[in-house]
């Protein structure tokens, strides 16, 4: 198969910024024994340079679909990136310190573009359902109206609480402290429902107050 | 330069964002437009050839730009290389404009930029750092400040 490999040097090289960059060891497939890379990763690829200052990367280890383990029996601060599926690959990595093992695989594990995809359909959601939330604290003519007898006014088919804003948003079920959260059907699943049901409320509300208007003066 | 090539072509088996038969030139000399089944799976464009299973080759969707050429036209190149276009023909203008969406918003960079927004939307409307509960607030990656582009 081919790939763009120009590009794919380019992107490694060029000057934008890496997410992580340092020296590994990376365990040779056939032989077993390390060789010191310089290892920079750019979003969900991992490149790796003979030296620092190469020109072009060795290698590139693209990273969707796989898992990230520690494997340091042996002190030797040692990681491996597996990837499912039968005959499939596993790179075995080392690096020089606890620490920086550690920030490795918080780094990789969480490297792939799928990851990112779900954090970011997640902050749109929440950013959706805030909006609707806060129009109504907004807006000085609802602000007014919400002064005013409240009526429902959304009676007619809608079986939503009495009154203009969208039901409050339950607590949030959070992830245990500091881990991604994997499992995102529930909260997207509510995310969606809240959404519906809070765009719903509001069109209805939008007709309640232009009636309220058309009655005025 | 070496990659991890099965587990690529496994992506290219990975439902696809979008996914159509369109003809497809690539900027080789004397290439002409074929036939060839494309497909936009994270950002990778893989192409096939219509009754085969496995790609012919793949894209990889960074620092690149998508342009409109003529009607139903539209090209990727690589910043780096400008000049060298892989050229798609789209059956329809609607077909066309919707790849070029789609492609416009496939790279991680973009995904990027895009968390890096709302985290700062949200942030800004709730005083609080939306990140906090996936326990990445501290990545550089994510922070506005940091990245220059």
New interface residues.
């Given amino acids: 198969?081919?790939?763009?490999?120009?590009?794919?040097?380019?992107?490694a090289t060029?000057d934008?910024?890496a997410?992580s960059a340092g020296f590994l060891y990376k365990r040779g497939e056939r032989h077993g024994a390390y060789h010191r890379r310089w290892f920079v990763l750019?979003?969900?690829?991992l490149f790796y340079f003979e030296e620092r200052e190469s020109r072009?990367?060795?290698?590139?280890?693209?990273l969707?679909?796989?898992t990230v383990e520690l494997c340091d029996s042996r002190g030797e601060f040692a990681f491996a990136i597996r990837?499912?599926?039968a005959?499939?690959?596993t790179y075995v990595l080392a690096a020089e310190s606890h620490a920086a093992m550690e920030a490795w695989v918080k780094?990789l594990s969480?490297a792939?573009?799928?990851y990112?995809?779900l954090?970011?359909r997640?902050?749109?959601q929440?950013?959706a359902r805030?909006?609707l939330e806060?129009a109504p604290e907004q807006d000085p003519e609802r602000a007014l109206e919400r002064r005013a007898p409240r009526e429902n006014g959304c009676a007619v088919g809608c079986e939503a609480e009495a009154g203009p804003r969208p039901p409050p948003v339950p607590p949030?079920c959070?992830?245990s402290?500091?881990?991604?959260?994997g499992n995102t059907t529930e909260p997207s699943a509510f995310s969606r429902l809240h959404e519906r049901y809070g765009s719903e409320v509001a069109r209805l509300r939008q007709q309640w107050l232009e009636r309220q208007q058309g009655q005025q003066p | 330069?070496?990659?991890?090539?099965?587990?690529?072509?496994?992506?290219a088996r990975?439902p696809a964002e979008k996914a159509a038969e369109i003809l497809m030139r690539v900027p080789k000399k004397g290439s002409g437009l074929k036939r060839r089944l494309v497909k936009l799976v994270?950002?990778f464009l893989f192409y096939f050839r219509t009754d085969e299973a496995?790609?012919?080759?793949?894209?990889?969707l960074?620092?690149?730009r998508i342009t409109k050429e003529e009607e139903n036209v539209f090209s990727i190149s690589?910043?780096?290389?400008p000049e060298r276009k892989y050229c798609f023909e789209c059956d329809s203008e609607e077909q066309c404009q919707e790849w070029i969406e789609a492609l416009k918003r496939a790279s991680?960079?973009f995904?990027?930029r895009?968390?890096i927004f709302?985290?700062n939307?949200?942030q800004k409307?709730?005083g609080k750092d939306?990140?906090e509960?996936?326990?990445?607030s501290e990545?550089?990656?994510f922070q506005l400040a940091?990245?220059?582009?």
């Fill in positions: 198969m081919k790939l763009n490999e120009r590009s794919l040097a380019f992107y060029c934008s910024p997410d750019k979003g969900n690829m072009e990367p060795v290698g590139v280890i693209v969707e679909g796989c990837f499912g599926g005959k499939s690959r780094a969480r792939s573009f799928d990112l995809r954090v970011v997640e902050l749109e929440q950013l805030r909006e806060r949030r959070r992830a402290g500091g881990e991604p959260a | 330069m070496r990659y991890n090539e099965r587990e690529l072509l496994c992506l990975q994270v950002n496995e790609p012919i080759g793949a894209l990889l960074e620092h690149c690589f910043i780096e290389e991680y960079e995904m990027r895009s968390l709302y985290r939307e949200i409307m709730t939306p990140l509960q996936y326990g990445i990545e550089a990656r940091t990245r220059k582009q």
